[in-house]
């Protein structure tokens, strides 16, 4: 069945870096964007970036950019979330989900995220 | 950055009752507004996209209306399953952003 699986979460402190892995299984990975989106403790959903299908196309979050560095192997059918000069506002789950890309018009496109890791936990903490 | 309201914040409801949930974006985004299910500890759930389109799998008693900045959630009668936090987010341009959340919970 498809599915993600996020894994590299841990404990680590301010300043510090940690790299995030999405393992993907039950569908082409190469077919589909990306993307990564965390929830801080008690808090609401912030989208972090997103990743085109051949990884020539990338957005982030303005919180997160010049930090963070989404990458994906479609060989290894996996995502990845290079996490570096983490803060304390930074501390989230963190999940990977599936970009699905439909056309709308021949300009425009509806991107909507139709399947979602179970999410992975990043803690900032001296 | 296209800014994401949603009403209530929290709503108490009972079995069977009719919820509504409203959306709002800071300028329009024609139809590019998905709606999400969260229960706790979970990930969130796909439920509409395009502003109305039900995803795959989802019950018939969700349904989603609006266009330009204003939006609809509606769930024609509520679910045990159905007491979660409903989220909206639109992806007319990057940054992507999520409303605050509407918490339905048990009368």
């Known amino acids: 069945q498809v599915q993600l699986v996020e894994s590299g979460g841990g404990l680590v402190k301010p300043g510090g870096s940690l790299r995030l892995s999405c393992a993907a299984s039950?569908?082409?990975?190469?077919?589909?964007?990306m993307s990564w989106i965390r929830q801080a403790p008690g808090k609401g959903l912030e989208w972090v970036s997103y990743?085109?299908?051949?990884?020539?196309?990338?957005y982030y979050a303005d919180s997160v950019k010049g930090r963070f560095t989404i990458s994906r192997d479609n060989a290894k059918n996996s995502l990845y979330l290079q996490m570096n000069s983490l803060r304390a506002e930074d501390t989230a789950v963190y999940y990977c989900?599936?970009?699905?890309?439909?056309?709308?018009?021949?300009?425009?496109?509806?991107?909507?995220?139709?399947?979602w890791g179970k999410g992975t936990t990043v803690t900032v903490s001296s | 950055d296209i800014q994401m309201t949603q009403s209530p914040s929290s709503l108490s409801a009972s079995v069977g009752d009719r919820v509504t949930i409203t959306c709002r974006a800071s300028?329009?985004?024609?139809?590019?507004l998905n709606w999400y299910q969260q229960k706790p500890g979970k990930a969130p759930k796909l439920l509409i996209y395009?502003?109305?389109s039900l995803q795959s799998g989802v019950p018939s008693r969700f349904s989603g209306s609006g266009s330009g900045t204003d939006f609809t959630l509606t769930i024609s009668s509520l679910q045990p399953e159905d007491f979660a936090t409903y989220y909206c987010?639109?992806?007319?341009?990057?940054?992507?952003?999520f409303g605050p959340g509407t918490k339905v919970d048990i009368k």
């Open positions: 989900a599936r970009v699905k890309v439909v056309a709308a018009t021949p300009y425009y496109y509806y991107y909507y995220m139709d399947v």
């Open positions: 039950g569908f082409t990975f190469s077919d589909y964007y």
């Open positions: 990743i085109s299908s051949s990884g020539s196309t990338i």
């Open positions: 300028q329009s985004i024609s139809s590019y």
């Open positions: 395009a502003a109305s």
């Open positions: 987010q639109q992806s007319y341009s990057t940054p992507w952003t």
